[in-house]
T-cell receptor
């Protein structure tokens, strides 16, 4: 079985400060990892994903995450946050690199950016 | 990019009535769609897997007679909450895969009064 743990339910930071949202997973098979962002009363949007290759993946809006197999982690980082980054962030794990599949989600981390 | 459209965005219904939620893949075909439920300040819990042309697969603990799923075409899946009760009030989200990525609908907030 697969599971995902997001260690922080809430993370408050000041604008332009760095942030790290932690995600650890458990799986007995190969994993494919995703970070999604959810704004209030909206669906989820993909932020970035790790399928294979380089363990460091980046998004277009400055976020990055590093797949660490030995620590079973996929932490999300941003060197300087903006007010618009305020949202709920979900880490998820899948079983396959392609094709429709169930995703197992973490509990979510609410990122709040203070001016 | 691929888009999944969910309708309605919000609905209020009386206890005992049924509500239908639609999930459409707008620019790609999806033989499989997924329905999730999200309680306030909580994560997404998978309810069922919707398969085009066949019966849906429900997760453990989800009442299949209460949450009816129909996947009649390659671009449309519907979730009907039958005989809704206040405890069914929640945020329902569908998703469909395009290539290596899951695309999510905007979600439907259901309030049963």
């Amino acid at each position: 079985a697969q599971s995902v743990t997001q260690l922080d339910s809430q993370v408050p930071v000041f604008e332009e400060a760095p942030v790290e949202l932690r995600c650890n997973y458990s799986s007995s098979v190969s994993v494919y990892l995703f970070w999604y962002v959810q704004y209030p009363n909206q669906g989820l949007q993909l932020l970035l994903k790790y399928l294979s290759g380089s363990t460091l993946v980046e998004s277009i809006n400055g976020f990055e995450a590093e797949f660490n197999k030995s620590q079973t982690s996929f932490h999300l980082r941003k060197p300087s946050v903006h007010i618009s980054d305020t949202a709920e962030y979900f880490c998820a794990v899948g079983r396959s690199s392609q094709g429709a599949q169930k995703l197992v989600f973490g509990q979510g981390t609410r990122l709040t950016i203070n001016p | 990019g691929a888009v999944v459209s969910q309708h309605p965005s919000w609905v209020i219904c009386k206890s005992g009535t049924s509500v239908k939620i639609e999930c459409r893949s707008l620019d790609f075909q999806a033989t499989t769609m997924f329905w999730y439920r999200q309680f306030p300040k909580q994560s997404l819990m998978l309810m069922a897997t919707s398969n085009e042309g066949s019966k849906a697969t429900y997760e453990q603990g989800v009442e299949k007679d209460k949450f009816l799923i129909n996947h009649a075409s390659l671009t449309l899946s519907t979730l009907t909450v039958t005989s809704a009760h206040p405890e069914d009030s929640s945020f329902y989200i569908c998703s469909a895969w395009g290539g290596t990525e899951a695309f999510f609908g905007q979600g439907t907030r259901l309030t049963v009064v």
